[in-house]
């Protein structure tokens, strides 16, 4: 059954298989690198226009932020009385994102995770685990009223994706609101990061649980996908919500 509704959506690419594969060691070091071109100096443009797609006239929700970076509209929402849970294996990224906001924050470690640390604001309001995002579980971090993923499924590896849908679906609250990023091209030309997620697959990763609501596209192509040897590139965002919540 195909639960995505809303708008028409544009045609996107037949099902192809993308062989590239990051490991939390290239992600770091691309940090490192500073190949960080997915980085975005301002609120996304989507998180702008649809923000109350996702907060649904709530306060102080919780809002997870997958695979986060620095990602600058995770301040923008805790600005608004939310509380913010992130994850990203770069603890690069994550000091980055306190320094260049401004925030003053704790590190610890975590009992729950060997190795991994989580960096807290001392308001409390931003907690970010620096960690592999298959290390967490709603026990350690709860459960959330939002999502915001962009640059988040797109950047898992294919064969892990089915594992990646399935916890982000044990981190949803009944009335959670989870808005998703994916992008469209042609993945013959590009082997990503960020990966292609076809109409196909979106639906079998998540479509059995979920009500999918496709909002809006947008023409995100510049010279970065011109040099990815691309001729077009879209961003597609959807409205995520469980059936059970309707
Ligand atoms: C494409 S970037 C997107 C960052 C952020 N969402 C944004 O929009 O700017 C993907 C991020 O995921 C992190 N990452 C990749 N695999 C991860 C994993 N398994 N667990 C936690 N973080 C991961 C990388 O370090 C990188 O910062």
Not at 80 to 109: A, R
Not at 201 to 206: F, Q
Not at 207 to 216: D, E
Request: charged share 25%; hydrophobic share 35%.
């Amino acid at each position: 059954m195909d639960t995505t509704t809303g708008p028409t959506q544009p045609k996107t690419s037949p099902e192809v298989t993308q062989d590239r594969v990051l490991n939390e060691n290239d992600w770091r070091d691309n940090w490192e690198k500073r190949k960080i071109g997915f980085h975005e100096k301002n609120i996304h443009v989507f998180l702008s226009e649809f923000v109350e797609d996702m907060v649904n006239k709530r306060a102080q929700i919780h809002i997870f932020f997958p695979l986060c970076g620095k990602a600058v509209d995770m301040k923008w929402l805790a600005d608004m009385g939310h509380s913010i849970v992130g994850v990203d294996v770069s603890e690069m990224g994550l000091k980055e994102f306190f320094e260049e906001q401004n925030i003053p924050y704790v590190e610890e470690t975590l009992p729950e995770i060997p190795g991994a640390k989580v960096f807290k604001s001392t308001s409390g309001n931003i907690s970010l685990y620096c960690c592999n995002m298959f290390d967490l579980s709603s026990s350690i971090i709860g459960k959330f009223g939002g999502i915001w993923d962009r640059g988040a499924m797109v950047a898992i590896n294919s064969w892990d994706r089915e594992r990646y849908a399935k916890l982000i679906l044990t981190l949803m609250e009944n009335d959670c609101r989870y808005l998703l990023v994916t992008c469209v091209y042609d993945p013959k030309l590009h082997p990503g990061p960020p990966f292609y997620i076809s109409d196909t697959a979106r639906e079998s990763l998540l479509g059995q649980s979920c009500n999918v609501k496709f909002l809006k596209t947008i023409d995100s192509f510049t010279d970065e996908q011109r040099d990815w040897g691309l001729d077009y590139y879209n961003d597609n965002l959807y409205l995520v919500t469980l059936k059970s919540s309707s």
